[in-house]
């Protein structure tokens, strides 16, 4: 009955810049573009099936059971008693892996939202994000909702507590706007979060929150002299930049051409700028663009406002 009354949804959910230099796992924002594509349909057979997957590179799993987009959805559908639901899943990667853009948290959130439509819609976007999680952390081994929560509710997602899932969404200014910059180098995010020490000074500490809580109260007040002065990361930033060649003569550039401020979009090696308008972070990204290409590293470019829509369905 369920396969005749069948139709696609398809799903679109963003790319996110975690981390926001001063929020590490606890803010992140996301882009228009790129982003992962689920299509799922009803089935006669019961059960997940994951039937397709472009833009991998043959690299990731079709058994749901470990698979990031699988795995939330599965979750999610253990969690309603409906795992004898015959479902078909189709993944489209749009986005590299281990590319600080949030690739892996994109499939899960598609997984699951798609899903979540195809039942009609039973729990609402924020009650997904435990399952999203489940795919992410599946993924990355890491729990952190950084990338999770703002590609699921779209805007800026600032999470107090990561296994709460405590999370609020803040203010965007309508001016503010992104250029990410891509260079085609993948960094593994556990890489990425060895390097860093598991103890830092007070002193270190006391900074980081002071330029977190100073870039909130500038969302809040759209003070974007405030949001500049707040986007430095003393905690990440100084141990990664060496995975990223040309970080801080991109960063030099980036301020240079008027940037609110500069940093690696999660675990890297995408950089980002956050700018005042769409003709400034044009300028900065194609200039941040420009150091990676003088060097021979090709790179891809994404300017945008902050999405505010999130995870949503496509035609
Ligand atoms: N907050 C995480 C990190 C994001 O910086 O390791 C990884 O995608």
Redo the contacts with the bound molecule.
């Keep these: 009955m369920q396969t005749s009354e069948s139709k696609d949804i398809r799903v679109f959910a963003p790319a996110t810049v ?2 926001v230099a001063c929020g ?2 606890v803010l992140g924002f996301a882009i228009d573009a790129p982003g992962d594509e689920v299509v799922v349909r009803f089935s006669d057979k019961p059960g997940l099936r994951i039937t397709k997957i472009t833009g991998d590179g043959g690299k990731l799993p079709k058994d749901a059971k470990s698979n990031t987009a699988g795995v939330a959805a599965l979750d999610y559908l253990a969690h309603l008693g409906k795992l004898d639901v015959g479902i078909e899943m189709e993944i489209h990667k749009k986005m590299p892996f281990g590319s600080g853009l ?1 690739s892996s948290a994109a499939s899960s959130v598609a997984g699951v939202y798609a899903v979540n439509e195809l039942l009609g819609r039973p729990l609402t976007k924020k009650q997904l994000l435990p399952f999203a999680m489940a795919g992410e952390v599946s993924a990355d081994g ?1 729990y ?1 909702a ?2 999770v929560g703002p590609s699921l509710l779209g805007g800026i997602v600032f999470i107090r507590d990561n296994h709460e899932l405590d999370t609020a969404q803040l203010p965007v200014p309508k001016e503010l706007y992104a250029a990410v910059v891509h260079p085609d180098i993948e960094i593994l ?1 556990k890489v ?2 060895d390097i860093l020490p598991t103890q830092i000074e007070v002193t270190k500490a006391t900074q980081q929150c002071g330029n977190l809580g100073g870039l909130i109260c500038g969302l809040i007040q759209e003070d974007f002299g405030l949001i500049s002065r707040s986007i430095h990361d003393v905690i ?1 930033e100084p141990y990664r930049q060496k995975l990223i060649p040309e970080f801080y003569n991109a960063k030099r550039a980036a301020i240079a051409q008027g940037a609110l401020g500069f940093s690696i979009s ?2 890297g090696p995408s950089v980002f700028a956050l700018c005042e308008g769409e003709e400034s972070a044009k300028r900065v990204g194609a200039a941040v663009a420009d150091v990676f290409s003088q060097t021979g590293l090709t790179n891809q470019l994404y300017v945008s406002a902050i999405n505010t829509t999130g995870a949503h369905v496509i035609a």
């Design positions: 975690a981390n590490y796992d949030g890491a952190h950084d990338n995010t990425a979060r990440a999660g675990a």
